[in-house]
């Protein structure tokens, strides 16, 4: 299978080299040439256990890996959520409401599924090249924290991490700052989350500084995300009730759009998923996206949700190419405009596979002591915000994205009950080390080339 460029000017390449690149070279996001259909597979898969649908699954896309490679990855990957029972496991609240909880993983976070997969694909490209890679990523919160784990005791690597100083959760920061680890270099940002996003593609823009490096990207830019996030969809989806299956809507707390993205690539293979609910906090740039047709960024505003705290949703460019009809140069000409101006509307947006919902600090508040108070279920804020407005007429897949221990003193406030976790009690005793740096790219590049590896 190949790989093009979201933008067209560049040509097609393979799995592995379009993991590797992370951004294509013309600035674009890569996608499959021609997506598989899932269809013929379903009935077979139906059995497995995660890992063995992991492996079925990315075998129709990282085809330039031999099946027994890729196998070793994925056992390796998932490997690190403990048992079975831990691997995304979908738990009943209601009749008709479920929760797919996707923080059992080593950071607590659904970012650890995809990151795990990455830093394994890394790993293997290293050892194939004999050359050394040096990761760099920006993070609202979980993604870096993920990142640097998926790296952990990988040789020939280093992870720089970019996340916005004082907007991210306490025990986020002690994530990516307490490792102990030489080859992990965390950069606190004075601004936001789109302003460590800007510096990053701004960086991986300049493909000499880029190649010169050996820089590869962790963020949701990097087709492994993707793909590795479609496989809890599929396992999920599987899982349920066969009554159930043809009427489901999968809620998902979302702000970079790439979380719900790899749901709705599920759909688009052939997935029967009814529908999809795109759960915001304040910062609600894709509620008002599919509510007016209009996609403007605005001012990023700080709120319980950290790591939906987002106005520019980088995998908006992927949905924008399927959107205009797979047509790279029109893609091109709306990302200039957006570029320029913040803004694009669309003539006509097919929003027939979504819904949203927006909640206010306040809301997160109230839903996560509605959400413990009927169920005995603890919800992080992020996660919260799913249990907003769900349609009755259908059964409802909220995923959890993190570990409500994460969040603490928001679950506190909230429910009277105060979550604990032993890897995050761990941390507390741990020296902070981080970067203070601006967010600007020539001190960013100037900082990575010195500790580049």
Request: proline residues 6%.
């Amino acid at each position: 299978m190949k790989y093009v460029s979201t933008r067209g000017q560049t040509d097609p390449v393979g799995f592995s080299e379009a993991v590797a690149l992370g951004l294509a070279p013309d600035g674009g996001l890569f996608l499959p040439q021609k997506l598989p259909n899932l269809a013929p597979h379903l009935t077979k898969w139906e059995s497995l256990g995660f890992a063995d649908l992991a492996h079925e699954f990315l075998k129709l896309f990282a085809t330039d890996l031999s099946p027994d490679v890729l196998r070793g990855i994925v056992l390796k990957t998932y490997g690190t959520f403990g048992s079975a029972d831990t691997l995304a496991p979908l738990r009943k609240l209601d009749e008709r409401l479920f929760v797919l909880e996707l923080f059992h993983g080593p950071t607590l976070a659904f970012k650890d599924f995809a990151l795990q997969l990455l830093g394994n694909l890394y790993e293997h490209q290293c050892a194939l090249s004999g050359q050394g890679l040096n990761v760099l990523g920006a993070t609202s919160g979980d993604t870096g924290a993920a990142a640097i784990q998926g790296l952990r005791g990988k040789p020939r690597t280093a992870a720089f991490i970019l996340y916005p100083e004082g907007r991210v959760s306490s025990l986020q920061e002690r994530q990516m700052t307490c490792t102990g680890a030489e080859h992990v270099h965390a950069i606190a940002i004075d601004g936001s989350f789109d302003d460590a996003q800007r510096v990053l593609k701004e960086i991986f823009g300049d493909a000499e500084f880029a190649a010169r490096h050996r820089l590869a990207a962790v963020n949701s830019i990097n087709l492994a995300r993707i793909l590795g996030q479609c496989i809890y969809y599929l396992s999920a989806w599987l899982r349920l009730p066969a009554a159930e299956r043809g009427n489901v809507e999968f809620v998902v707390p979302t702000g970079n759009f790439g979380n719900v993205f790899a749901g709705w690539l599920l759909q688009r293979m052939g997935l029967p998923i009814r529908g999809f609910k795109i759960a915001t906090n304040r910062n609600d740039i894709l509620h008002r996206l599919f509510n007016t047709a209009e996609y403007r960024s605005e001012p990023v505003q700080p709120s319980l949700a950290p790591s939906m705290d987002i106005q520019v949703a980088s995998n908006f460019e992927r949905f924008l190419y399927y959107a205009l009809d797979e047509n790279p140069t029109r893609v091109r000409a709306v990302m200039a405009q957006i570029k320029a101006t913040g803004v694009y509307r669309f003539d006509v947006l097919n929003k027939a596979s979504f819904s949203t919902s927006r909640a206010s600090d306040e809301e997160i508040t109230g839903l996560m002591r509605q959400v413990y108070a009927r169920h005995h279920y603890l919800a992080d804020p992020h996660t919260a915000c799913g249990f907003k407005d769900l349609n009755p007429a259908r059964a409802s897949v909220v995923l959890a994205t993190a570990h409500p221990a994460k969040f603490p003193e928001a679950i506190q406030a909230a429910t009277g009950q105060m979550p604990t976790h032993p890897t995050l009690e761990a941390l507390k005793s741990r020296p902070i080390v981080k970067q203070r740096l601006p967010a600007d790219t020539t001190a960013i590049k100037a900082y990575v080339a010195r500790h580049a590896v």
